[in-house]
């Protein structure tokens, strides 16, 4: 089947096959990769093929730490505002434009002063800050934004300005891996693994090096960035066994589908020919975001009845098109199309799509 789910998501066919093949007894080990020491000497060299896979990918200079991490993406809501605002003396910029961003602010707001500079709320988050539409103070402790907001399906088509002097974060959980990124805009970018990139369990968080220096020794030592840094991520026990298929998607990336670039070019195909339906029949898909806005990685959109969503649901599903449903807080139909969903799965729901507005439009 093509599973269109926003995660946990689909993974490339060829790794899953590599998995089985060494599950269990990983070569050279004669053990299963899941039974091996995170000092060993055969685990740290996953881990280092993995963290030097993905700088590869980006080209990371060193100026950036690269971190493996546990607590998903939603530890970093925290991570960040413990690390970088709390005993900064200053307020921390954050651009709300989803669900995410949202649930963001919310942790962010215990740590310190949280100034929301621009709010999408208003129109039912369809839409990303356009240049001018906002203003970030020169000593914001840092602007912070979602470049995809999962939830809603809008996506920043390039970072959002920013002053020089202030750290860009962005939460990339469900745009990581997806397109080039320029790093060096980033004061910190991170990513939960699963949706382009492994299972859940594993956090990437990429931060340049002068910011480790901020969070106090007085945090819980697994929250400083620093005791990850200064410990090549082995603080306390990485996730292991996500750790080694992060870096078996990252190979995959650059070894079969020819590197961030070309994944682009692919994730542009895939998410065109779903909105390329939405638009033929306007009065029938109703898109959420605006054109201008739409995420590659998640089309979102409603139908024009209770009863039509169902029936596309179901019809979906008949045909091998699964987990369609959108998020339950807003309704109507999420297709994800992530880095590992193939072409042919995306023009199989575009044809799918276009079949059932001709049959009920
Ligand atoms: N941020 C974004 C953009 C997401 O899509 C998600 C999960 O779907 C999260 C954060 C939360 O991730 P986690 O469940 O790993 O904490």
Redesign the pocket.
Known sequence: VFNFS??PAALPVSVLQEIQDELLCYPGAGASVMELSHRGKVFIQIMEEAEASIRSLFGISDDYAVLLLQG????QFSMIPCNLLRDSGKSASYLLTGA?GKKAIGEAKKEGTVDTIYSAADTGFDRVPKAGDYTVKDDSAYLYY?S???IEGVQFQSEPECPTSVPLIS?A??DFLSRPLDIDKYGLIYA?A??NAGP?GV?VVVIRRDLLEMGSDKLPGYLNYKNHADNDSMWNTPPTFPIYVLGKVAKWLSSDIGGLAAMEKLNHEKSNLLYQVIDKYPEFYLGHAQVDCRSKMNATFNLPSSGLLEAFVSEAGKNNLQNLKGHRSVGGIRASVYNAMPLEGAQALASFMDDFAAKNG
Do not use: F, Y
Not at 72 to 75: E, I, K, M
């Open positions: 926003a995660g998903g993406a939603a530890l995410w979602c995809n907001e999962t939460d959980s469900s939960c699963q949706k859940a956090t």
